[in-house]
């Protein structure tokens, strides 16, 4: 399991849940703002994952070991 990909999963839900739950406009549009700057924010670990490479919970990273 890793931390990131649920980051990621939950920032991309959040606007979706925004939408559902009958939230204003105004605030769907900064759920969405926001779900695109955490997924912006973590491309690093999304190309780690793709790789196979991004650490697991609970375990050290190659760097840090």
């Known amino acids: 399991r890793?931390?990131?990909?649920g980051s990621i999963l939950a920032a991309a839900a959040l606007p979706l849940a925004v939408w559902l739950t009958g939230g204003e406009g105004r605030v769907a549009v900064l759920a969405l703002l926001v779900a695109i700057l955490v997924?912006?924010?973590h491309a690093g670990?999304?190309?780690?994952?793709?790789?196979?490479?991004e650490p697991r919970i609970g375990r050290?990273?190659?760097?840090?070991?």
Do not use: F, H, P, Y
């Not at 890793?2 to 990909?5: K, N, R």
């Open 60 to 65: 050290a990273s190659k760097e840090r070991a």
């Open 2 to 5: 890793t931390v990131s990909l």
């Open 45 to 53: 670990n999304l190309q780690r994952l793709a790789r196979g490479e």
């Open 39 to 41: 997924i912006a924010r």
